[in-house]
Nanobody, 121 residues
Framework: QVQLVESGGGLVQPGGSLRLSCAAS????????MGWYRQAPGKERELVAG???????NYADSVKGRFTISMDNAIRTVYLQMTSLQQEDTAVYHC???????????????WGQGTQVTVSS
């Protein structure tokens, strides 16, 4: 099994910044990529940002230029630096990891429990 533990959420004023972290542990041979989704009440889940083990990144249009994703492969941790936060960024943020349990094995996707980000004055 794989555990993903997120941290860094909280309440911030519009225009503020937060940094989310997500550490993966457990039965992991390799991680092919990690990233973040978010879901706000009454809205569909949205991919916020993803990063491959090789460093390729992708972002939702709504966060480009404001959010930066990075990953430390050595400690199996992904980060999401969020700046210029807006009320529309309020959501529960879940990290995910695409994991191989053995060499040449299939890839499985795991999810964290989520961390609340609230942007409000």
């Amino acid at each position: 099994q794989v555990q993903l533990v997120e941290s860094g959420g909280g309440l911030v004023q519009p225009g503020g910044s937060l940094r989310l972290s997500c550490a993966a542990s457990g039965s992991i041979f390799s991680i092919n990529g990690m990233g973040w989704y978010r879901q706000a009440p009454g809205k569909e889940r949205e991919l916020v940002a993803g990063i491959t083990s090789g460093g390729n990144t992708n972002y939702a249009d709504s966060v480009k230029g404001r959010f930066t994703i990075s990953m430390d492969n050595a400690i199996r941790t992904v980060y999401l630096q969020m700046t210029s936060l807006q009320q529309e960024d309020t959501a529960v943020y879940h990290c995910y990891a695409n994991v191989q349990h053995r060499l040449g094995g299939r890839t499985y996707e795991y999810w964290g429990q989520g961390t609340q980000v609230t942007v409000s004055s």
